[in-house]
């Protein structure tokens, strides 16, 4: 018999109720524009995805790239640790669906997003079409 490929099969990110708590506290540190309220989050609860995620942004948007490249590499280092254990060679099949409609997943979106748009501005461009590609493939739609 021949066989074909693998289903893609869907991931989510699930949160505990303590992380859906700190979550709330990164939004409102988000809403009131002070860097420094994400950062007093972020020492609290350093891998938090989102706020590092958000505080990537405001470092970027200020020119302190070196910093928002740290921001996202942890955030993907979270992120990572997280994943299911078939993730990972879901992914490399092409088979993983991350759908950026669950809330959840988005964070980990955003920061493969930023890896790719930093790894271009780099000159590494080769890697930037795989993370686009790998993107691509999580959410097809």
Known sequence: PIVGPAPPMSFVFVHSRSY????????MATATGDPAALQRVLAACPYNTDGLVRLADYCSHTGQHELAGECVDKALHACEAAFHPQMRSRCTQGTARLRWRNAANRPFLRALFRQMKRASREGCHRTALELGKLLFCLDPE
């Open 20 to 27: 859906r708590e700190l979550q709330v506290e990164v939004e």
